[in-house]
């Protein structure tokens, strides 16, 4: 039988980089065209995601997906069997008329041409930021919503605007935080915070407590993922994506104390009680804190061009907890690869970055 043909949108980004090379590997596709409004010279590729890229049966278009032209050419040749949406604005602190175009109007434009041209499935990747922060149970695909980002919120737009398109093949995939290779914005930003204490020569105190929910999902299960619900999944049905670990904030200071041989801890409810009143001023100490010791850091090993930052926004650093359910996906016969963040995947993970020179050599 021939293989698929899938369309990949967003696909330079830290899910799309690893789903591109997954697929690629797997001799899962005919042809997988990949869609970005970046490109691949100036995305910060490693060597195995460029061989990935340099695959004869992988097509790269420059495509601003928020133009209604860059649709058409995205889609142009098709139709493609499969098509995945991971595009869309990731940064948080942007106006919401810029998460509005790129999160919802995007999605639904892409996904009215992917109906158009009889696509068997339109993969959405939306996120697990859209339930309800709460500390009872892990929320399940059935749990209350409510969005505490931004980007969460208009991605719920989106799956409502599309759940609602009659003849649209659709699934849903809410991933908790994501980590692996190409990560910059799941746990990266806290592992760089931790990089900076190596400089600081000082114990690493975070906000809240241990116990603050920081699920988490590996990339490479993301991908695993993505390629089964679109080809096993019925229409309609969402999935969570987050392993069995429970991750919280005391289990990756332990991971982080180990992984910069540094001493880690939690400034206590007191000081957090207070700083949740004013949690801008809060969120710049923290900020002011790390920015100048990281760039101390790249300058004294000579990282010079890097996506790599220490920036926490307010919205990742208020006290919501990310406590997610993700076996209903092994109702369709998927194992996590990756149960839990474990240390030697975080040193591979920095390692690798190191190996880019966008990260300073500062491992134990």
């Not at 696909?11 to 001799?27: S, T």
């Not at 204490?197 to 603050?212: I, N, R, S």
Request: glycine share 6%; proline share 4%; hydrophobic share 40%.
């Amino acid at each position: 039988m021939t293989k698929p043909s899938i369309l990949v949108l967003g696909g330079l980004g830290m899910i799309g980089r690893n789903f591109v090379k997954y697929c690629v590997d797997q001799e899962l596709c005919s042809y997988i065209r990949v869609a970005d409004k970046s490109l691949p010279e100036i995305s910060y590729l490693n060597d195995d995601f460029k061989a990935a890229f340099a695959s004869e049966i992988v097509e790269f278009v420059q495509a601003d997906l928020t133009r209604d032209f860059h649709i058409e050419k995205a889609f142009k040749n098709g139709p493609f069997d499969y098509v995945f949406n991971l595009a869309g604005e990731t940064k948080c602190s942007q106006l919401e008329d810029v998460y509005a175009a790129k999160c919802r109007d995007l999605s639904i434009k892409c996904a009215e041409k992917a109906k158009e041209m009889q696509a068997k499935m339109f993969v959405e990747v939306s996120t697990a930021y859209v339930y309800k922060s709460q500390t009872k149970r892990p929320a399940d695909e059935q749990a209350d919503l409510e969005p505490w980002t931004l980007q969460a919120k208009y991605k719920l737009q989106a799956e409502e605007a599309l759940r609602a398109m009659s003849d649209l093949n659709v699934v849903f995939v809410r991933p908790a935080t994501v980590y692996g290779p190409g990560d910059v914005m799941g746990l990266m930003p806290r592992i760089v915070c931790a990089a900076t204490y190596v400089q600081l020569e000082e114990k690493m105190k975070l906000l809240w407590d241990e116990e603050l929910r920081v699920n988490t999902v590996h990339v490479l299960d993301v991908a695993k993922a993505l390629w089964l619900v679109a080809t096993q999944a019925q229409s309609g049905e969402v999935y969570n994506l987050a392993d069995s670990n429970d991750t919280n904030q005391g289990k990756l200071n332990i991971l982080l104390g180990q992984l910069f041989n540094i001493e880690t801890g939690f400034i206590g409810k007191l000081i957090s009680n207070l700083a949740r009143l004013r949690l801008g001023d809060a969120v710049n100490d923290v900020n002011d804190k790390h920015m100048k010791p990281w760039s101390d850091l790249c300058s004294t090993y000579g990282v010079t061009n890097t996506p790599l930052t220490p920036y926490l926004d307010k919205e990742l650093l208020a006290h919501h907890q990310l406590y997610i359910n993700g076996s209903k996906i092994q109702s369709l016969g998927f194992e996590y690869s990756y149960p839990e963040p474990t240390l030697e995947e975080l040193q591979s993970i920095v390692q690798g970055a190191i190996a880019q020179k966008i990260f300073p050599p500062v491992l134990v």
